[in-house]
């Protein structure tokens, strides 16, 4: 069903936006890929992608702090394919501090890639997605865009946002055939995951095996970290026809976390 159709997901080059794109290609979905990494492991990804499921992979390696590169990214992505049937909007990065040591250009890029840039990607997506009467829109939230822990203000800040955002474009796209919805994960043992887990271990005073047991996997009733192929799953799933009216929400994968 969503052979042939075009989708673009940033931060794609690892963790969940990755497992994204797989799950995509598996459906014959032609890819944008972007995020950062070494360029000949990301072209190897690429061609790999291309390789294995007979389709259009293209990488673009825009930042997602900057407006003028999302922007050109998204004029070049659809010139080029034709056009976005589906945007993920992924990309995003973590740090931990007491609110009183959080260091200012730490809150203004986590704000600008893990909120802002949807906007962008949004704004010049919907061109196309309107004159289509088709589109999926999908925004890789968090359990922290429902609920908060301590040291993680930016982050929790723009999760929050990110989940008014979802509910305000889905409302303004209802009757234009485009969903717009949140996934929300609990903990996927991705390299954003284990790269904070030095810096919770420092903030609480803990051991870093402490933190993963206490800290990480106390918020999941299940004991089990999220997969990526998990996520993925929900992705393809809200582009398919079953999901159509499914529009201005958010799906938890996160083991009962919210629950509580
Ligand atoms: P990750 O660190 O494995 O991947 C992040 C991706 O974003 C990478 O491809 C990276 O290159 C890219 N990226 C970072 N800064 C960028 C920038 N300025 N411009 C372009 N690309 C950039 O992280 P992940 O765990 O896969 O996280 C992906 C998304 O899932 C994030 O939005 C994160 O907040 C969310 N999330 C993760 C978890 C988790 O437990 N891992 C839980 C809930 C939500």
Redesign the pocket.
């Known amino acids: 069903m969503l052979k042939g159709k075009n989708a673009l997901i940033?931060?794609?080059?690892?963790?969940?936006?990755?497992g994204i794109a797989e799950g995509f290609a598996k459906e014959g979905v032609n890819l944008v890929l972007?995020?950062?990494?070494d360029a000949a492991e990301i072209e190897k990804l690429r061609a790999d992608l291309a390789a294995k499921y007979g389709i259009k992979v293209l990488y673009d390696g825009?930042?997602?702090?900057k407006p003028e590169q999302i922007e050109a990214m998204m004029h070049k992505a659809q010139k080029d394919l034709g056009g976005i049937d589906i945007l993920v909007n992924?990309?995003?990065?973590?740090y931990v501090a007491p609110v009183e040591e959080f260091p200012t250009a730490k809150w203004d890029a986590i704000l600008a890639?893990?909120l802002t840039?949807a906007f962008h990607t949004t704004r010049c997506a919907m061109e196309y997605m309107k004159a289509q009467g088709w589109g999926r829109i999908i925004n890789?939230?968090?359990?922290?865009a429902l609920v908060a822990s301590p040291f993680k203000s930016a982050?929790v800040a723009a999760?929050h946002g990110i989940m008014g955002f979802t509910k305000t474009i889905a409302l303004e796209v209802a009757e234009k055939g485009i969903t717009v919805n949140a996934i929300?994960?609990?903990?996927?043992?991705?390299?954003?995951?284990e790269?904070q887990i030095p810096d919770t271990a420092k903030a609480r005073g803990m051991t870093e095996e402490q933190v993963k047991r206490d800290v990480l996997l106390a918020a999941q009733p299940t004991k089990q970290f999220?997969t990526?192929e998990q996520v993925a799953g929900t992705a393809v799933f809200l582009c398919s026809d079953s999901a159509a009216s499914i529009t201005g929400t958010n799906i938890s994968v996160e083991g009962g976390w919210t629950a509580h």
């Open positions: 940033t931060g794609s080059t690892s963790g969940i936006g990755l972007n995020g950062f990494g825009a930042d997602m702090s992924n990309a995003g990065i973590q890639i893990n840039s890789i939230a968090s359990a922290h982050y999760k929300c994960p609990g903990y996927v043992l991705t390299p954003l995951v790269k999220v990526v």
